[in-house]
Protein backbone atom coordinates (compact mmCIF):
# COMPACT_ATOMS: atom_id res chain seq x y z
CA UNK A 1 0.00 0.00 0.00
CA UNK A 2 2.87 2.30 0.78
CA UNK A 3 4.37 1.79 -2.58
CA UNK A 4 0.80 2.45 -4.33
CA UNK A 5 0.32 5.66 -2.44
CA UNK A 6 3.99 6.94 -3.34
CA UNK A 7 3.53 6.40 -7.60
CA UNK A 8 4.78 10.54 -8.72
CA UNK A 9 1.75 11.91 -10.70
CA UNK A 10 3.47 14.61 -12.01
CA UNK A 11 6.09 12.11 -13.35
CA UNK A 12 6.39 12.16 -17.50
CA UNK A 13 7.38 8.63 -16.52
CA UNK A 14 4.19 7.71 -15.11
CA UNK A 15 2.09 9.64 -17.71
CA UNK A 16 4.07 7.78 -20.40
CA UNK A 17 3.41 4.29 -18.46
CA UNK A 18 -0.42 5.04 -18.41
CA UNK A 19 -0.26 6.19 -21.78
CA UNK A 20 0.89 2.92 -22.97
CA UNK A 21 -1.55 0.72 -21.21
CA UNK A 22 -3.93 2.94 -22.69
CA UNK A 23 -2.99 2.11 -25.99
CA UNK A 24 -2.48 -1.87 -25.31
CA UNK A 25 -6.02 -1.90 -23.46
CA UNK A 26 -7.74 -0.27 -26.66
CA UNK A 27 -6.31 -2.88 -29.28
CA UNK A 28 -6.66 -5.71 -26.97
CA UNK A 29 -10.30 -4.84 -26.88
CA UNK A 30 -10.54 -4.11 -30.54
CA UNK A 31 -9.35 -7.92 -31.22
CA UNK A 32 -10.91 -9.69 -28.27
CA UNK A 33 -14.37 -7.66 -28.06
CA UNK A 34 -15.62 -9.16 -31.44
CA UNK A 35 -14.99 -12.94 -29.87
CA UNK A 36 -17.38 -11.94 -27.26
CA UNK A 37 -20.55 -12.08 -29.31
CA UNK A 38 -21.95 -15.04 -29.84
CA UNK A 39 -22.63 -16.34 -33.56
CA UNK A 40 -26.27 -15.68 -34.77
CA UNK A 41 -28.14 -18.10 -36.69
CA UNK A 42 -31.26 -17.58 -38.48
CA UNK A 43 -33.43 -20.76 -38.01
CA UNK A 44 -36.26 -20.94 -40.28
CA UNK A 45 -39.73 -21.26 -39.43
CA UNK A 46 -39.78 -25.23 -39.46
CA UNK A 47 -37.20 -25.04 -37.08
CA UNK A 48 -37.99 -22.73 -34.72
CA UNK A 49 -39.39 -25.15 -31.40
CA UNK A 50 -42.80 -24.19 -30.52
CA UNK A 51 -42.32 -23.61 -27.45
CA UNK A 52 -38.86 -21.49 -25.38
CA UNK A 53 -36.27 -24.31 -23.65
CA UNK A 54 -34.84 -23.49 -20.09
CA UNK A 55 -31.56 -22.73 -20.79
CA UNK A 56 -28.63 -24.68 -19.04
CA UNK A 57 -26.57 -23.80 -16.17
CA UNK A 58 -23.34 -23.70 -18.55
CA UNK A 59 -25.14 -21.57 -21.35
CA UNK A 60 -25.63 -18.97 -18.55
CA UNK A 61 -22.66 -18.80 -16.84
CA UNK A 62 -21.23 -18.28 -20.67
CA UNK A 63 -23.27 -15.62 -21.12
CA UNK A 64 -22.40 -13.85 -17.62
CA UNK A 65 -18.78 -14.53 -18.64
CA UNK A 66 -19.51 -12.55 -22.26
CA UNK A 67 -21.04 -9.67 -20.55
CA UNK A 68 -17.89 -9.47 -17.69
CA UNK A 69 -15.29 -9.61 -20.72
CA UNK A 70 -17.14 -7.10 -22.46
CA UNK A 71 -17.39 -4.54 -19.76
CA UNK A 72 -13.59 -4.82 -18.63
CA UNK A 73 -13.09 -4.43 -22.08
CA UNK A 74 -14.63 -1.35 -22.43
CA UNK A 75 -14.10 0.03 -19.35
CA UNK A 76 -10.71 -0.72 -18.82
CA UNK A 77 -9.27 1.74 -21.97
CA UNK A 78 -11.84 4.32 -21.19
CA UNK A 79 -10.62 4.66 -17.31
CA UNK A 80 -7.28 4.98 -18.64
CA UNK A 81 -7.90 7.52 -20.65
CA UNK A 82 -9.64 9.47 -18.75
CA UNK A 83 -6.35 8.89 -15.70
CA UNK A 84 -4.49 10.21 -18.37
CA UNK A 85 -6.60 12.97 -19.38
CA UNK A 86 -6.46 14.06 -15.37
CA UNK A 87 -2.29 13.22 -15.07
CA UNK A 88 -1.92 15.83 -18.03
CA UNK A 89 -4.09 18.82 -15.86
CA UNK A 90 -2.11 17.83 -12.56
CA UNK A 91 1.50 17.71 -14.54
CA UNK A 92 1.52 21.87 -14.60
CA UNK A 93 -0.57 22.45 -11.69
CA UNK A 94 0.46 20.18 -9.21
CA UNK A 95 -3.03 19.43 -7.62
CA UNK A 96 -1.75 16.51 -5.97
CA UNK A 97 1.86 14.78 -6.10
CA UNK A 98 1.16 11.39 -5.62
CA UNK A 99 -1.57 8.93 -5.03
CA UNK A 100 -1.01 9.42 -0.91
CA UNK A 101 -2.21 13.14 -2.18
CA UNK A 102 -4.91 11.67 -3.53
CA UNK A 103 -6.22 9.68 -1.04
CA UNK A 104 -5.42 11.63 2.27
CA UNK A 105 -8.19 14.55 0.17
CA UNK A 106 -10.71 11.84 -0.53
CA UNK A 107 -10.46 10.78 3.49
CA UNK A 108 -13.01 12.72 5.31
CA UNK A 109 -11.74 14.60 8.49
CA UNK A 110 -13.51 14.33 11.61
CA UNK A 111 -13.96 17.23 14.37
CA UNK A 112 -11.12 17.79 16.49
CA UNK A 113 -10.54 20.25 19.52
CA UNK A 114 -7.81 22.89 18.47
CA UNK A 115 -6.08 25.49 20.11
CA UNK A 116 -4.44 28.73 18.65
CA UNK A 117 -0.75 29.17 20.07
CA UNK A 118 1.00 32.30 19.44
CA UNK A 119 3.85 33.31 17.24
CA UNK A 120 6.77 32.78 19.42
CA UNK A 121 8.18 36.42 20.60
CA UNK A 122 10.94 38.26 18.77
CA UNK A 123 13.92 36.73 20.91
CA UNK A 124 13.22 33.25 19.70
CA UNK A 125 14.07 34.68 16.46
CA UNK A 126 17.05 36.96 17.37
CA UNK A 127 18.68 33.61 19.22
CA UNK A 128 19.06 32.29 15.89
CA UNK A 129 22.77 32.35 14.08
CA UNK A 130 22.83 34.69 11.49
CA UNK A 131 23.93 32.26 8.85
CA UNK A 132 21.18 29.83 9.59
CA UNK A 133 18.69 31.98 8.15
CA UNK A 134 20.23 32.15 4.87
CA UNK A 135 18.84 29.36 2.35
CA UNK A 136 21.32 27.60 -0.60
CA UNK A 137 18.41 27.69 -3.92
CA UNK A 138 19.30 26.06 -6.97
CA UNK A 139 17.83 26.06 -10.51
CA UNK A 140 14.94 24.20 -11.85
CA UNK A 141 14.99 25.19 -15.35
CA UNK A 142 11.33 26.60 -15.37
CA UNK A 143 11.89 29.95 -14.58
CA UNK A 144 12.55 29.23 -10.74
CA UNK A 145 15.07 28.22 -8.44
CA UNK A 146 14.53 26.07 -5.28
CA UNK A 147 15.77 25.16 -2.07
CA UNK A 148 14.91 22.94 1.13
CA UNK A 149 14.84 24.72 3.97
CA UNK A 150 14.77 24.34 7.90
CA UNK A 151 12.97 26.88 9.33
CA UNK A 152 15.51 27.16 12.88
CA UNK A 153 12.76 28.18 15.17
CA UNK A 154 9.21 25.83 13.62
CA UNK A 155 11.69 22.98 13.03
CA UNK A 156 9.31 22.47 9.58
CA UNK A 157 11.42 21.26 6.45
CA UNK A 158 9.93 22.28 3.16
CA UNK A 159 10.58 23.06 -0.45
CA UNK A 160 10.77 26.61 -1.08
CA UNK A 161 10.45 28.20 -4.43
CA UNK A 162 11.87 32.15 -5.75
CA UNK A 163 11.69 33.43 -8.82
CA UNK A 164 13.80 36.37 -9.41
CA UNK A 165 13.64 39.00 -11.85
CA UNK A 166 15.97 39.17 -15.26
CA UNK A 167 19.17 40.77 -13.92
CA UNK A 168 18.96 40.09 -10.34
CA UNK A 169 22.18 40.19 -8.55
CA UNK A 170 23.05 40.70 -4.27
CA UNK A 171 25.07 43.84 -5.42
CA UNK A 172 23.12 45.70 -8.32
CA UNK A 173 22.88 48.35 -6.10
CA UNK A 174 18.73 47.84 -6.39
CA UNK A 175 16.19 47.42 -4.07
CA UNK A 176 13.62 44.71 -4.71
CA UNK A 177 10.02 44.49 -3.39
CA UNK A 178 9.20 40.90 -2.13
CA UNK A 179 5.63 39.26 -2.71
CA UNK A 180 4.98 36.01 -0.99
CA UNK A 181 2.36 33.47 -2.42
CA UNK A 182 0.62 30.30 -0.79
CA UNK A 183 0.03 27.48 -2.54
CA UNK A 184 -3.98 26.08 -1.79
CA UNK A 185 -5.30 22.14 -0.76
CA UNK A 186 -3.88 20.63 -2.85
CA UNK A 187 -1.06 21.96 -4.01
CA UNK A 188 2.87 23.03 -3.71
CA UNK A 189 5.27 25.64 -4.80
CA UNK A 190 5.67 24.58 -8.42
CA UNK A 191 1.95 24.96 -8.78
CA UNK A 192 2.24 28.44 -8.23
CA UNK A 193 5.60 28.81 -10.76
CA UNK A 194 3.56 26.94 -13.35
CA UNK A 195 -0.16 27.80 -13.22
CA UNK A 196 -0.38 31.48 -12.86
CA UNK A 197 2.96 31.59 -15.69
CA UNK A 198 4.41 33.83 -12.51
CA UNK A 199 7.93 34.27 -13.69
CA UNK A 200 6.40 35.41 -17.23
CA UNK A 201 3.90 37.93 -15.19
CA UNK A 202 6.67 39.20 -12.75
CA UNK A 203 8.49 40.40 -16.05
CA UNK A 204 6.17 41.53 -18.14
CA UNK A 205 5.14 43.78 -15.09
CA UNK A 206 8.67 44.71 -14.31
CA UNK A 207 9.54 45.48 -18.01
CA UNK A 208 6.24 47.63 -18.31
CA UNK A 209 6.46 49.70 -15.41
CA UNK A 210 3.65 48.18 -13.45
CA UNK A 211 5.52 47.45 -10.29
CA UNK A 212 9.10 47.69 -8.97
CA UNK A 213 12.01 45.16 -9.36
CA UNK A 214 10.63 42.50 -7.44
CA UNK A 215 11.42 39.00 -5.85
CA UNK A 216 8.12 35.62 -5.57
CA UNK A 217 8.60 33.43 -3.00
CA UNK A 218 6.73 30.25 -2.56
CA UNK A 219 6.53 28.15 0.48
CA UNK A 220 5.23 24.54 1.19
CA UNK A 221 2.47 24.55 3.15
CA UNK A 222 2.78 20.53 3.34
CA UNK A 223 3.92 20.16 6.54
CA UNK A 224 2.49 16.49 7.22
CA UNK A 225 0.81 16.23 3.68
CA UNK A 226 -2.31 16.33 5.50
CA UNK A 227 -4.42 19.80 4.71
CA UNK A 228 -2.52 22.74 5.39
CA UNK A 229 -3.08 25.24 8.45
CA UNK A 230 -2.83 28.82 8.29
CA UNK A 231 -1.71 29.54 12.13
CA UNK A 232 0.00 27.86 14.86
CA UNK A 233 -2.33 25.21 15.95
CA UNK A 234 -1.04 23.23 19.57
CA UNK A 235 0.29 20.01 19.36
CA UNK A 236 1.00 20.68 15.15
CA UNK A 237 3.41 22.30 13.34
CA UNK A 238 4.05 25.73 13.38
CA UNK A 239 2.47 26.37 10.07
CA UNK A 240 2.24 30.12 11.27
CA UNK A 241 6.02 30.85 12.41
CA UNK A 242 6.86 29.03 9.12
CA UNK A 243 5.06 31.52 6.95
CA UNK A 244 4.25 35.07 8.99
CA UNK A 245 7.65 34.94 10.11
CA UNK A 246 10.27 32.36 8.80
CA UNK A 247 10.17 32.79 5.42
CA UNK A 248 10.20 36.74 5.53
CA UNK A 249 13.65 36.72 7.59
CA UNK A 250 15.21 33.99 5.27
CA UNK A 251 14.67 36.10 1.85
CA UNK A 252 15.92 38.95 4.04
CA UNK A 253 19.15 36.90 5.01
CA UNK A 254 19.22 35.00 1.53
CA UNK A 255 18.66 38.49 -0.63
CA UNK A 256 20.25 41.04 1.36
CA UNK A 257 18.60 43.63 -1.19
CA UNK A 258 14.96 42.94 -0.67
CA UNK A 259 13.22 46.08 0.83
CA UNK A 260 12.69 46.70 4.85
CA UNK A 261 9.26 49.05 3.73
CA UNK A 262 6.21 47.59 5.14
CA UNK A 263 4.39 48.96 1.52
CA UNK A 264 7.24 46.37 -0.36
CA UNK A 265 6.43 43.42 1.21
CA UNK A 266 2.61 41.76 -0.16
CA UNK A 267 1.31 38.22 1.04
CA UNK A 268 -1.12 36.71 -1.28
CA UNK A 269 -2.69 33.23 -2.29
CA UNK A 270 -5.30 31.16 -4.16
CA UNK A 271 -8.12 29.00 -2.80
CA UNK A 272 -6.98 27.90 0.85
CA UNK A 273 -3.90 29.56 0.42
CA UNK A 274 -5.75 32.93 -0.20
CA UNK A 275 -7.34 32.47 3.62
CA UNK A 276 -4.15 31.77 4.86
CA UNK A 277 -2.38 35.05 3.13
CA UNK A 278 -4.94 37.19 5.16
CA UNK A 279 -4.84 35.34 8.20
CA UNK A 280 -1.11 35.76 8.02
CA UNK A 281 -1.37 39.17 7.37
CA UNK A 282 -3.34 40.00 10.82
CA UNK A 283 -1.32 37.85 12.18
CA UNK A 284 1.70 40.39 11.37
CA UNK A 285 0.35 43.44 10.34
CA UNK A 286 3.84 45.15 10.63
CA UNK A 287 5.53 42.64 7.57
CA UNK A 288 2.86 42.89 5.08
CA UNK A 289 1.37 46.23 3.60
CA UNK A 290 -1.01 44.82 0.82
CA UNK A 291 -2.79 41.19 0.91
CA UNK A 292 -4.20 39.42 -2.03
CA UNK A 293 -6.82 37.34 -1.83
CA UNK A 294 -7.20 34.90 -4.93
CA UNK A 295 -10.84 32.40 -4.43
CA UNK A 296 -11.09 32.08 -0.31
CA UNK A 297 -13.69 31.24 1.23
CA UNK A 298 -14.68 33.59 4.66
CA UNK A 299 -14.81 31.15 7.17
CA UNK A 300 -11.46 28.25 7.51
CA UNK A 301 -12.85 25.44 4.56
CA UNK A 302 -9.18 23.58 5.26
CA UNK A 303 -6.79 22.74 7.90
CA UNK A 304 -7.27 22.51 11.71
CA UNK A 305 -9.75 25.69 12.25
CA UNK A 306 -12.22 23.95 9.60
CA UNK A 307 -12.40 20.72 11.89
CA UNK A 308 -12.97 21.98 15.13
CA UNK A 309 -15.93 23.64 15.27
CA UNK A 310 -18.40 26.66 14.57
CA UNK A 311 -17.22 28.83 17.44
CA UNK A 312 -13.61 28.24 16.24
CA UNK A 313 -14.78 28.87 12.32
CA UNK A 314 -16.68 31.76 13.31
CA UNK A 315 -14.03 33.59 15.17
CA UNK A 316 -11.48 33.23 12.22
CA UNK A 317 -13.79 34.10 9.71
CA UNK A 318 -11.91 37.16 7.27
CA UNK A 319 -14.15 39.33 7.29
CA UNK A 320 -15.21 39.13 11.25
CA UNK A 321 -11.23 39.40 12.10
CA UNK A 322 -10.84 42.40 9.11
CA UNK A 323 -13.75 44.29 11.20
CA UNK A 324 -12.08 43.94 14.43
CA UNK A 325 -8.45 44.47 13.81
CA UNK A 326 -7.10 47.94 14.18
CA UNK A 327 -7.42 49.47 10.69
CA UNK A 328 -3.35 50.37 10.11
CA UNK A 329 -3.40 51.21 6.36
CA UNK A 330 -3.17 47.80 4.90
CA UNK A 331 -4.65 46.90 1.18
CA UNK A 332 -6.57 44.10 0.13
CA UNK A 333 -7.09 42.85 -3.19
CA UNK A 334 -10.26 40.46 -2.94
CA UNK A 335 -10.83 38.48 -5.86
CA UNK A 336 -13.94 36.01 -6.15
CA UNK A 337 -16.19 34.69 -9.12
CA UNK A 338 -19.91 34.98 -8.71
CA UNK A 339 -19.95 31.01 -9.93
CA UNK A 340 -17.04 30.09 -7.70
CA UNK A 341 -18.88 27.21 -5.68
CA UNK A 342 -16.88 27.85 -2.60
CA UNK A 343 -18.61 31.47 -1.69
CA UNK A 344 -15.59 33.50 -3.07
CA UNK A 345 -17.86 36.50 -4.48
CA UNK A 346 -19.62 36.13 -0.73
CA UNK A 347 -16.22 36.05 1.37
CA UNK A 348 -15.14 38.75 -0.85
CA UNK A 349 -18.10 41.32 -0.02
CA UNK A 350 -18.29 40.27 3.52
CA UNK A 351 -14.85 41.22 3.79
CA UNK A 352 -15.95 44.77 1.73
CA UNK A 353 -18.78 45.48 4.49
CA UNK A 354 -16.19 45.09 7.36
CA UNK A 355 -13.35 46.76 5.86
CA UNK A 356 -12.70 49.97 7.89
CA UNK A 357 -10.48 53.27 7.37
CA UNK A 358 -7.88 53.81 6.84
CA UNK A 359 -7.36 49.84 5.10
CA UNK A 360 -8.58 49.67 1.66
CA UNK A 361 -10.09 46.81 0.10
CA UNK A 362 -10.46 46.70 -3.95
CA UNK A 363 -13.48 43.76 -4.60
CA UNK A 364 -12.94 41.74 -8.44
CA UNK A 365 -16.02 39.43 -8.53
CA UNK A 366 -16.67 38.88 -12.01
CA UNK A 367 -19.43 36.54 -12.95
CA UNK A 368 -17.91 33.77 -14.37
CA UNK A 369 -14.72 31.72 -13.74
CA UNK A 370 -15.42 29.45 -11.17
CA UNK A 371 -12.81 28.00 -8.43
CA UNK A 372 -10.11 27.52 -11.21
CA UNK A 373 -6.49 28.25 -12.70
CA UNK A 374 -7.55 29.72 -15.79
CA UNK A 375 -9.05 32.27 -13.27
CA UNK A 376 -6.04 32.71 -11.53
CA UNK A 377 -3.87 32.94 -14.26
CA UNK A 378 -5.96 35.99 -16.26
CA UNK A 379 -6.22 37.86 -12.90
CA UNK A 380 -2.53 37.49 -11.66
CA UNK A 381 -1.27 40.15 -13.85
CA UNK A 382 -4.11 42.72 -12.40
CA UNK A 383 -2.81 41.46 -8.77
CA UNK A 384 0.61 42.57 -9.59
CA UNK A 385 -0.90 46.13 -11.69
CA UNK A 386 -3.39 46.72 -7.88
CA UNK A 387 0.03 46.36 -5.94
CA UNK A 388 2.56 48.26 -8.13
CA UNK A 389 -0.69 50.82 -7.72
CA UNK A 390 0.17 52.06 -4.23
CA UNK A 391 1.77 55.51 -3.53
CA UNK A 392 3.98 54.12 -1.25
Known amino acids: MSLLRSIPLTSLRTIAVVLVLAVLTTLVAAVLLPRTVPATTRASSADRPTR ?50 VVKALT ?37 KEATWTGPVSGIKLPVRVVLPAGYRPDDGRTYNVLEGLHGWVGDPQSLVTGIASPQRLQEAIDAGRIPPSILVFPSLNVDGGQPDCVNIAGRPAVGTWTAEEIPRMIQATFPNVTTQRAGWMIMGISAGAYCAARTAYDVPQRFGAVGVMSSYDLPGEGSLAHSGKTLQAQNGLSTMLGKREPDGMRFYVLGAQDDSSGAARAAWLMDDAVRKPDSLTVDTPASGGHSWTLWNNYFPSLLTWWGSDPA
Open 108 to 144: PRTQVTSRIAPLPQASAYDAVPAATWKASFHDVGDGS
Open 52 to 101: LARPTLRTVLRAVGRYTARTVMVSVPVVLVIVLGGLLINRPMHYVRNVGD
